[in-house]
């Protein structure tokens, strides 16, 4: 069965950097033929789409954090990557990762990692 298991969150001060993992197993690698998606939700809010890559390789961004964060995947090793830089508090929320659905609609997507905490302060 499809499973994705998300790591490197944590604390950083504003400005910092961290990089998030998102490593895939059960289907034909990360993204070579689903399109895969980094979403975040804060307490109390929805959960809202960060970035996201098609099977193309086709990125897109939220407007707040173009220009700062960066989607990438490593098919030969099935991982999806978030690389965070600029961090503002606002972007403090618990970071998911999921996999075939569509462009930035949550519910649309079928499989989704269990989450790793991001702390901007």
């Known amino acids: 069965h499809v499973q994705l298991v998300e790591s490197g969150g944590g604390s950083v001060q504003t400005g910092g950097s961290l990089r998030l993992s998102c490593a895939a197993s059960?289907?034909?690698?990360?993204?070579?033929?689903?399109?895969m998606g980094w979403f975040r939700q804060a307490p109390g809010k929805e959960r809202e789409g960060v970035a996201i890559?098609?099977?193309?390789?086709?990125?897109g961004y939220a407007d707040s954090v173009k220009g700062r964060f960066t989607i990438s995947q490593d098919n030969v090793k099935n991982t999806l990557y978030l690389q965070m830089n600029g961090l503002k508090p606002e972007d403090t929320a618990m970071y998911y990762c999921?996999?075939?659905?569509?462009?930035?609609?949550?519910?649309?997507?079928?499989?989704w990692g269990q989450g790793t905490q991001v702390t901007v302060s």
């Open positions: 999921a996999a075939d659905g569509v462009g930035f609609i949550a519910r649309s997507y079928n499989y």
């Open positions: 059960g289907f034909a690698g990360a993204g070579s033929a689903y399109s």
């Open positions: 890559i098609g099977s193309s390789g086709s990125t």
